[in-house]
């Protein structure tokens, strides 16, 4: 065989054997110098370089974030790598560069999934309080449910706030519910609410949701507040099933996708987008989302959710539709009873528009509650439950409830039988056509 031809196999394999990843991303941390995904001694070196003339200065190397880079920013970057900063300066959500007074001791968190993130991290006991209340949450939350709520609505949106008991609480910062993609736009208003009433509050808005950014965000997190170590471990078990459902399912075929649409279930067709968080669990377990005929990646709402047009859905005419039912009393951890997810159900395939669809004619319409699919690695059950069902061969090693428990001990670190226990899915998975 020629050399060349030879070195081009070889660069074929590499690439085709390279493990995909869901880490590949800059951490948009000051002293990142040279942008990679990590803060670590080669960044020291870089700034190093740079104060030495050698290398071009880069948009993360001014650790200490006062507009030069110099000796003070490898100090900084120490600082960091040994624990011992007292600021630090990220980028958010937004794409706004935040400083943080370190440590951070007490934490108001308003974030939907950024209380469960800062559970998994082993940080609970920094929280003094969260957005929306979550008092009836006693067996998902058992420690945290007591906690003082400084929001009256479930949104834990800005302008319902309860700034002064924020200023009361004396946080050291204020993790906000801008925590998911969609949050590009309406988190600008957001934020500037926070700013106008908390200006000595210095924000978290990190995205706790989305499958293809999670570990980027809690990778932030974790430095953010000193659960790096912790934040890892999270990332380590998290991106083996990420790589695990991408790898498998990345190079199917569009046209031999099973085609289906996640709606939310008390909105009739009100349907989540392939960007957005379910949207990706959809895609991630190898399934087409129909409603990528209506939206595409270009489009603001990709990662958020669009009221689709019962006749597109019909002509569209998908072998699945998933109804994701909102865990606050519907379903979840704090009931067994499944009676709103079994009417959620009925609801779908009463719909007089719907009876010609295949999901319907053939009975593949599923309930999942939201535990097992927003962010906070939950979304990785959920793609098991799918992929599983969409392709119980490819998946015979994959044991959904499994996963689920192992997120519960190891993350969740309450004491809960999710085979016996809890509202999650409907029909019951032993009701499902999942055998290999
Ligand atoms: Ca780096
Ligand atoms: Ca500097």
């Known amino acids: 065989m020629e050399p060349n031809r030879l070195i081009w196999i070889l660069i074929y394999a590499l690439v085709i054997l390279s493990p995909t ?4 991303f800059v951490l948009e941390i000051y002293g990142n110098a040279n942008m990679d995904e990590h803060l670590d001694q080669a960044d020291l070196d870089y700034i190093r370089d ?8 880069t948009k993360l190397a001014d650790a200490n974030y006062d507009g030069d880079v110099d000796e003070e920013d490898i100090e900084q970057v120490q600082a960091i790598l040994d624990g011992r900063e007292t600021r630090i300066t990220y980028i958010d959500i937004l794409g706004e560069a935040e400083t943080l007074n370190k440590p951070i001791k007490r934490l108001v968190n308003m974030g939907y999934n950024g209380v469960e993130m800062t559970r998994i991290l082993g940080a609970e006991d920094l929280l003094v309080a969260y957005g929306a209340d979550r008092s009836a949450h006693k ?3 058992p420690e945290l449910s007591d906690l003082p709520s400084v929001s009256p609505d479930e949104g834990a949106q800005a302008e319902n706030a309860d700034f002064e008991r924020i200023i009361m609480l004396k946080t050291d910062a204020l993790q906000t519910n801008i925590e998911r993609g969609s949050s590009s736009t309406a988190g600008r208003a957001q934020k500037d609410i926070f700013k106008k009433n908390l200006p000595d509050v210095p924000l978290i808005s990190l995205n706790m949701r989305e499958l293809d950014v999670l570990v980027k965000n809690v990778r932030t997190y974790g430095y953010l507040i000193d659960h790096e170590k912790e934040a890892e471990q999270f990332i380590k078990w998290y991106t083996e099933y990420y790589n695990l459902f991408e790898s498998r399912t990345k190079d199917i075929p569009e046209e031999e996708r099973p085609t289906a649409f996640f709606e939310y279930a008390s909105e009739p067709y009100n349907c989540y987008a392939s960007g957005s968080n379910l949207g990706q669990v959809l895609v991630l377990a190898g399934g087409k989302n129909i409603i990528d005929g209506a939206v595409g990646p270009d489009d603001p709402q990709y990662k958020g959710m669009i009221a689709a047009d019962p006749e597109f859905i019909v002509k569209e005419n998908p072998k699945y539709i998933f109804e994701a039912v909102a865990s606050w009393g519907d379903g979840g951890y704090e009931t067994d009873d499944l009676s709103k997810m ?6 779908v395939l009463n719909r007089s528009e719907l009876v010609n669809v295949d999901a319907v004619k053939e009975n593949q319409v599923y309930c999942l509650d939201y535990f097992l699919l927003i962010g906070a690695g939950n979304n990785i059950i959920g793609t098991a439950y799918l992929a599983k069902l969409f392709y119980p061969d490819l998946f015979e090693d994959i044991d959904p409830v499994a996963i689920h428990q192992e997120y519960v001990d190891r993350f969740c670190r309450i004491d809960f039988n999710v085979e016996e226990k809890g509202a999650f899915l409907y029909p019951p998975y032993d009701r499902w056509p999942v055998e290999a």
């Open 21 to 24: 990843n869901a880490a590949d």
């Open 50 to 57: 740079i104060a030495a003339g050698k290398t071009e200065p």
């Open 139 to 141: 067996t998902y939350l």
């Open 342 to 347: 079994t009417a959620s159900r009925d609801q």
